[in-house]
């Protein structure tokens, strides 16, 4: 990120900016913009730890076994994507006022706590190294289809429960 003009500015009107990423506001000093930033990295830390401890949790309670389909892991990752899509129409489309922390708590730290891509990928060599190449190609491509329907489907499904409808 690279600082604004000496007013403390975000930058030129022609640069987008989106309050999630770049922490600068208009008129703010460096020391505001300092805590802003610390505010945004405890809730993101706070959240993260509430969602990999109730991924922990659903491993505990439903472990897989060497060799095995991995469902928990899967359902893990689908249901988070599904939340997220949730999530994202309910907190950043038709204009709606949440408080500026609320999507850094629960979509990057919570969702992104509990969604676990890196089990998923260990979960893959796991099946391959257990002579299950075609279990593991095929845990890797429903994986990816069942998230990304997942978000399409509640996002889908959270427009209309909320009387909107996707954009063109």
Do not use: K
């Not at 922490?23 to 990999?52: D, F, K, N, P």
């Not at 002579?131 to 890797?140: I, N, Q």
């Amino acid at each position: 990120m690279s600082p604004g003009p000496e007013d403390g500015s975000a930058g030129s009107a022609a640069e987008p900016v989106d309050p999630d990423v770049d922490l600068r506001v208009a008129g703010q000093r460096a020391e505001t913009a300092g805590h802003r930033l610390w505010q945004v990295l405890a809730v993101i830390s706070a959240g993260g730890a509430a969602g990999a401890t109730a991924r922990y949790g659903a491993e505990r309670l439903w472990p897989t076994a060497d060799g095995a389909f991995p469902w928990t892991t899967f359902l893990v990752n689908v249901v988070g994507c599904g939340l997220i899509g949730v999530l994202m129409v309910l907190v950043a489309e038709g204009g709606r006022s949440v408080h500026p922390l609320v999507r850094p708590f629960l979509g990057v730290g919570v969702l992104g706590g509990f969604t676990t891509f890196s089990t998923y990928t260990l979960d893959f060599l796991r099946l391959v190294r257990h002579g299950e190449a075609p279990a593991a190609l095929g845990y890797a491509a429903v994986t990816l289809a069942g998230a990304m329907a997942a978000v399409w489907l509640t996002a889908t499904l959270t427009r209309r429960a909320v009387g909107r409808v996707a954009a063109p």
